[in-house]
């Protein structure tokens, strides 16, 4: 079956570590995404990566970092420098352009501070 | 700037009973809207999409929203509730990027509760 792989599925963090969470996708899908989300309200935009070897700064980007070598793969880096990052990270995917085309996600991976 | 209010944080309604998830929109376009499902510590299942083609939409496991573009609405329901059901729903606009894809405003859930 086609879809897209977080992992893992909890992860703990201390103080001054950076931590990397994984996406992968099997969908060839062009375009993926990474959304913040914190209880009580909607997904924000992190980062965002339309073709290999390219990625754009979404609303939320200070604190985090990414890459994208292969069209699979798209993984984010959370840094020391997010001073508050304890919360649901959730990615997605989209085969095609245009404002009708709904997103696919993964089944997230829940960052905590020890 | 493209953006949605769903109008309620919790909505709780009895087994069988009919659902109302309410959501007002801003869009300075003709908008394409979504209404994804979210069940916990999981991800986002589209449930369905309004793309301009037709005002009332069906969408998967009964749900259906009607686009009202004089009222800025685009309101989820569905005739009746299951126990399955129970879940936090989110209203979503596109709002464009260069490029041509697209990236997702989100409202800030309503959560569902069913109960027997």
């Known amino acids: 079956d086609g879809g897209i792989t977080q992992s893992p599925k909890y992860l703990f963090r201390k103080e001054g570590q950076n931590v990397t969470l994984s996406c992968e996708q099997n969908?060839?899908?062009?375009?993926m995404y990474w959304y913040r989300q914190d209880p009580g309200q909607g997904l924000r935009l992190i980062y965002y990566?339309?073709?290999?070897?390219?990625?754009q700064k979404g609303d939320i980007a200070e604190g985090y970092s990414v890459s994208r070598e292969k069209k699979e793969s798209f993984p984010l880096t959370v840094t020391s420098a997010q001073k508050n990052p304890t919360a649901f990270y959730l990615c997605?995917?989209?085969?095609?352009?245009?404002?009708?085309?709904?997103?696919?996600f993964g089944d997230g991976t829940r960052l905590s501070i020890l | 700037a493209q953006s949605v209010t769903q109008l309620d944080s919790h909505v709780s309604v009895s087994e069988g009973t009919p659902v109302l998830l309410r959501c007002n929109y801003s869009?300075?376009?003709?908008?394409?809207l979504f209404w994804y499902v979210q069940h916990p510590n999981k991800g986002l299942q589209l449930l369905l999409k309004?793309?301009?083609?037709?005002?009332l939409v069906k969408g998967i496991n009964g749900f259906e929203a009607e686009f009202k573009k004089s009222e800025t609405s685009f309101h989820l329901t569905k005739p009746s509730a299951h126990m399955s059901d129970a879940a936090e729903y989110f209203c979503?606009?596109?709002?464009?990027?260069?490029?041509?894809?697209?990236?997702?405003?989100f409202g800030a859930g309503t959560r569902l509760a069913v109960h027997p």
């Open positions: 997605a995917s989209t085969s095609r352009t245009g404002l009708h085309q709904p997103q696919h």
């Open positions: 969908l060839n899908h062009d375009a």
């Open positions: 990566s339309q073709i290999v070897n390219d990625f």
């Open positions: 869009s300075s376009y003709s908008p394409s």
């Open positions: 309004y793309t301009s083609a037709a005002t």
């Open positions: 979503v606009v596109s709002d464009p990027l260069s490029g041509g894809y697209n990236k997702l405003i």
